[in-house]
C-alpha cells in the first residue's frame, strides 16, 4: 500500500479520458507549474477496503527527462504509438505519450492513475549518492525536523 502520499505540486491529473477503447484510452497530465520530469512517473492502482491505494504490479510508466512549463499538458495513452510534442501557444506544449500496452488499462472502473515523484532509490548493492540534485519542486523537511 502507499502510506502517507502527499500530492505533487507541480503537475496534477486532469482526467482519464476514453476508459477501456483502445487506442483512445489516456491520461491527462497537466503542468500547474514549471516542472522537470526525470523522476517523475504514472502507476496503476485501485483502492482497498480501508482506502489505501495499492499499485497493481507490472503497470508503472516513466515520463522521462523533460521540461514542462506551466500550462503544458501530457496526453499518457495507454495503447501503442509514437510519442510527439507540438507548441500550442503562449509558451506551453502538448505531449502525446504512449505507454505502449497491448491492451487496455482502465477497463474496470476501480482502477486509477496514481502520479509519483520518485525520492530516493537504491541499485543494485549500494545506494545511490550523488551530489547533484534533480531539479524541480522537491519536499523540504521544516527547519525543526532537518535539525533533528
Known amino acids: ?10 503537475l496534477s491529473i486532469d482526467s482519464v479520458l476514453a476508459r477501456g477503447l483502445p487506442n483512445q484510452e489516456r491520461v491527462v497530465v497537466r503542468a500547474t507549474m514549471d516542472s522537470y520530469t526525470a523522476n ?5 492502482g485501485y483502492r482497498d477496503g ?5 499499485p497493481i504490479a507490472d503497470r508503472l510508466f516513466w515520463l522521462g ?3 514542462l512549463l506551466a500550462g503544458s499538458v501530457m496526453n499518457i495513452y495507454t495503447g501503442m504509438g509514437q510519442n510527439m510534442s507540438f507548441p500550442v501557444g503562449n509558451g506551453t506544449t502538448s505531449h502525446s505519450l504512449f505507454w505502449n500496452m497491448p491492451y487496455v488499462a482502465f477497463d474496470q472502473p476501480e482502477i486509477e492513475p496514481i ?4 525520492g530516493e532509490a537504491s541499485v543494485g548493492q549500494s ?3 550523488t551530489t547533484k540534485a534533480i531539479p524541480g519542486p522537491q519536499m523540504a523537511l ?5 535539525q533533528l
Open 1 to 10: 500500500m502507499i502510506i502517507g502520499m502527499a500530492p505533487l505540486v507541480d
Open 115 to 118: 502520479l509519483f515523484r520518485l
Open 142 to 146: 521544516p527547519k525543526s525536523l532537518g
Open 65 to 67: 527527462p523533460s521540461w
Open 127 to 129: 545506494n545511490i549518492h
Open 50 to 54: 480501508s482506502g489505501e491505494y495499492v
Open 40 to 44: 517523475v512517473g504514472l502507476m496503476l
